[in-house]
């Protein structure tokens, strides 16, 4: 059972360039999230959805686009890199409903935007 | 604004010596308050869920509590498994199903054999 996986691990980005970043979870979750997690912050919610079709912002939109086409994806999109979006992205999913709030995190992606 | 502030930054134990993580909150109207487990290299692991004022739930040696103000991560007689960055969040009864946690910054723990 694989979970939340998330790819790239690692990626280095020139200012300006633009990368997507995929997830994609098996457990036929509806909800899905991202986050970002700066060195000495919290976690930043960036975007989320609650199902297929549907997504919404979070506190830190900015720079940032989503899609939700299938239940089991929901790449993040970044365009014209800009070095304040050097931080690790999480994604996350979990169960609608009850519980809804026990997210379940992918390993992350490092990304550095030089 | 939701307000999630965790003490002490890092906090450094021998095994077996029992301590307490802390957690303030500000928020208006809290819905829940959470407790992930954090390990080098990795997301955030769900550990506990906290609804209202003097409610604990227990996991092996950890046990969270909840008052109107702040939460408590007591650890027993940890050990060295149990190095990690634990990370307090709260959801607000204005967020809706699905939104958004604030998280807290989390307190780096170590405990040394």
């Known amino acids: 059972n694989a979970g939340v996986t998330q790819t790239p691990k690692f990626r280095i980005l020139k200012i300006g360039q633009s990368m997507t970043l995929q997830c994609t979870q098996d457990m036929n979750h509806n909800y899905m999230y991202w986050y970002r997690q700066d060195p000495g912050m919290g976690l930043k919610l960036i975007y989320y959805s609650v199902g297929a079709g549907i997504t919404d912002k979070g506190e830190v939109p900015n720079g940032y686009n989503v899609s939700r086409s299938t239940t089991e994806d929901f790449p993040l999109r970044l365009e014209l890199a800009a070095p304040s979006q050097t931080s690790v992205y999480f994604c996350?999913?979990?169960?609608?409903?009850?519980?809804?709030?026990?997210?379940?995190f992918g390993s992350g992606t490092q990304l550095s935007v030089l | 604004e939701d307000q999630v502030t965790q003490s002490p930054e890092a906090l450094r134990l021998q095994e077996g010596e029992s301590s307490s993580l802390n957690c303030s909150y500000t928020?208006?109207?809290?819905?829940?308050l959470f407790w992930y487990r954090q390990d080098p290299g990795k997301g955030p692991e769900f550990l506990f869920t906290l609804y209202s004022a003097g409610e604990e739930k227990e996991k092996e040696r950890l046990k969270a509590t909840l008052t109107k103000k702040e939460s408590f991560l007591h650890i027993t007689a940890p050990k060295p498994e149990d190095s990690a960055t634990y990370l307090c969040a709260v959801q607000a009864v204005r967020e809706t199903s699905g939104s958004r946690l604030t998280f807290g910054e989390g307190t780096q723990l170590t405990v040394n054999p």
């Open positions: 996350a999913s979990s169960y609608s409903g009850v519980g809804w709030e026990k997210l379940f």
């Open positions: 928020v208006s109207g809290l819905r829940g």
